[in-house]
C-alpha cells in the first residue's frame, strides 16, 4: 500500500525503485500494549504475535521503546528492578532468539543498566527472577546507598536500543540521545546519533528512540532537524526508531472531538515527516557516500523510516501506535507512507520497500 500523507504541501507519487536497492526491503513492526512491569507477560505476547512469521521472509523485526519493562518509571527506585545488561537481559535474549528463528536483524528498545567499573550493574536484588517476575518488589535501600545507585544524581541506566544480527550476534547497542521528562527520573543521556552498516538491503541503518525525533528538550530551533540532519549528513538508507509516542493534547478548533480509534494519528504522521525535512527537501546531491551505492536516476536518494510504537495507556497516558513505515526522497521530492497500524490494534505491521 502506498499512501499519501496529507497535510504537507507536496506531491505524492508511487516511484521505481531507487538504483542503489537492488532487493526489496521486507520490514515488520510489533505493535502491541505493554504491561508496565510485567516482563514475562510481554515477551510471550511478542513470541505469540511473531509466531506465524516464517523464517528467511524479513530482513528488519522492530519492536518498541523498552518493549518488555514499559516505560513509565518516575525514580531509579522504580526502574532498577527492570535494568538490564546488553546481551544477557530479557530483551537482549527475546531479540536474539527471534533473529535467529527468522534469520533477520532485530532492533529493540530496552532499558541498560549503568556498569560500575567493578563490572556489575547496580540492581536491588542479585536474583534474576526479578526481571521476570511483576510481583517482586525493591529491596530497603537508605539515602547513601540510592545516593550511590543514582550515580550522584546523574542517572542509573540508558533508555537503549539493542540491533541484533541474523545469527544472534549483538551488531549494536544505541543510547538515547535526547531525553524526555520521564526518562530523566533515572537514566543518561547517550553520546549521540549513531548508524551501522548492514547487508543490504538495510545498507547503512541509523537508530534513534522517540524523543529524538524532536527538537532537543523541545526548546531547540525547530530547523535544526537534529535526527534528520544527522540521517542525511551519515548517508544512511534507513532510519529506523522504537517508540514509546504520546497522544498529543488536543487543541482548539478540535477540542471535544473524538479521535477515530480505527485510524492512525494523520497528525503524528505528519510530524514526523515534518522533522525529517532534510531527507525531502529538494535540495541537490544526497547521495549514499559508499562506494558500492549507485545514485538515483532520479536524482535524489530514498531513505526508508520505520518507526514502531505501542498501544494502551500507562499511568493515564495514552499511546498513540500509528507505527509506520515511510519512504522520503528530496528530489524530486516524494514521501510516500508504505504501510501503517491504526492508534489501537495488537498488531505485526509487515511492509516491503521496494
Not at 550522584?152 to 545469527?167: D, M, R
Not at 546519533?193 to 541503518?205: I, N, V
Not at 538508507?237 to 488536543?250: H, I, K, R, S
Not at 546531491?285 to 549507485?294: K, L, N, Q, R, T
Request: net charge negative; charged share 20%; aromatic share 6%.
Amino acid at each position: 500500500m502506498s499512501t499519501p500523507i496529507r497535510g504537507l504541501p507536496v506531491p505524492f507519487r508511487d516511484s521505481p525503485a531507487p538504483a542503489y536497492r537492488r532487493e526489496p526491503l521486507r520490514v515488520a513492526c510489533v505493535q502491541f500494549d505493554v504491561k508496565r512491569g510485567e516482563v514475562k507477560r510481554n515477551a510471550e505476547s511478542v513470541e505469540a504475535m511473531t509466531s506465524r512469521l516464517q523464517p528467511d521472509s524479513l530482513d528488519l523485526l522492530v519492536l518498541p521503546e523498552m518493549c518488555l519493562s514499559g516505560y513509565i518509571f518516575n525514580s531509579a527506585t522504580a526502574i532498577l528492578p527492570y535494568l538490564e545488561q546488553p546481551r544477557i537481559g530479557p530483551t537482549s535474549l527475546l531479540a536474539r532468539s527471534l533473529a535467529r528463528r527468522l534469520r533477520c536483524h532485530v532492533v529493540a528498545g530496552y532499558p541498560e543498566a549503568l556498569v560500575e567499573e567493578s563490572g556489575e550493574a547496580p540492581t536491588a536484588s542479585s536474583s534474576s527472577s526479578l526481571l521476570l517476575d511483576s510481583s517482586a518488589g525493591v529491596e530497603e535501600t537508605g539515602p547513601k546507598a540510592m545516593k550511590a545507585l543514582e550515580g550522584e544524581g546523574e542517572g542509573v541506566g540508558f533508555n537503549s536500543a539493542i540491533v541484533v544480527g541474523p545469527e544472534g550476534e549483538i551488531v549494536g547497542n544505541y543510547r538515547k540521545t535526547f531525553r524526555f521528562d520521564t526518562d530523566k527520573c533515572w537514566a543518561r543521556a547517550g553520546s549521540g546519533f549513531m548508524h551501522f552498516d548492514l547487508p543490504e538491503p538495510l545498507g547503512r541503518t541509523a537508530i534513534g528512540i522517540c524523543m529524538d525525533m524532536n527538537p532537543k528538550d523541545f526548546i531547540a530551533p525547530w530547523d535544526a532537524f537534529e535526527l534528520g540532519s544527522y540521517v542525511r549528513e551519515s548517508g544512511a538508507d534507513t532510519l529506523v526508531v522504537p517508540m514509546n509516542w504520546l497522544q498529543a493534547p488536543v487543541e482548539p478548533p478540535n477540542q471535544g472531538l473524538e479521535m477515530d480509534p480505527t485510524a492512525p494519528d494523520e497528525s503524528s504522521l505528519n510530524y514526523w515527516a515534518a522533522r525529517l525535512q532534510p531527507l525531502h527537501d529538494p535540495t541537490p546531491g544526497y547521495v549514499s557516500p559508499s562506494p558500492s551505492s549507485a545514485m538515483d536516476p532520479q536524482g535524489g536518494k530514498q531513505v526508508t523510516f520505520v518507526a514502531c510504537n505501542r498501544v494502551g495507556v500507562e499511568d493515564g497516558k495514552r499511546y498513540v501506535g500509528t507505527s509506520c513505515v515511510m519512504t522520503l526522497s528530496s528530489d524530486p521530492r516524494r514521501i510516500e507512507l508504505v504501510e501503517v497500524c491504526n492508534m489501537t490494534e495488537e498488531r505485526v505491521l509487515v511492509a516491503t520497500v521496494v
